[in-house]
Nanobody
Framework: QVQLVESGGGLVQAGGSLRLSCAAS????????MAWFRQGPGKEREFVAA????????SYADSVKGRFTISRDNAKNTMYLQMSSLKPDDTAVYYC???????????????????WGQGTQVTVSS
């Protein structure tokens, strides 16, 4: 079992940057593939990025590739999402998620993740 808490959201102008953090407690986060999802107003939750247990492999949605960077520090049980060149379309509640321990790849579908944080709001103004 792992508990996830996101932080770092806020209001930023288009073109700006933010760094989100996801702190894990309970079982060590290195046991889990982890990911970021987001849900914009009136939209379905969508995949943003995922990272392997070691941090050596990552996967990104096309919409954020080249602008966002996912990383993790297993010693701190924390995952990050560095967001740059933000656009109004990036406005959403951002969620971190952790997979069941047996997962060996980088899932992109939300139902493949077992544990979820409460979300942090990111608002990008034009």
């Amino acid at each position: 079992q792992v508990q996830l808490v996101e932080s770092g959201g806020g209001l930023v102008q288009a073109g700006g940057s933010l760094r989100l953090s996801c702190a894990a407690s309970g079982r060590t986060s290195s046991a889990y593939v982890m990911a970021w999802f987001r849900q914009g107003p009136g939209k379905e939750r969508e995949f943003v990025a995922a990272i392997s247990r070691s941090g050596g492999s990552t996967s990104y949605a096309d919409s954020v590739k080249g602008r966002f960077t996912i990383s993790r520090d297993n010693a701190k049980n924390t995952m990050y999402l560095q967001m740059s060149s933000l656009k109004p379309d990036d406005t959403a509640v951002y969620y971190c998620a952790a997979s069941p321990p047996a997962v060996a790849r980088l899932p992109v579908r939300d139902y493949e993740y077992r544990y979820w944080g409460q979300g942090t709001q990111v608002t990008v103004s034009s």
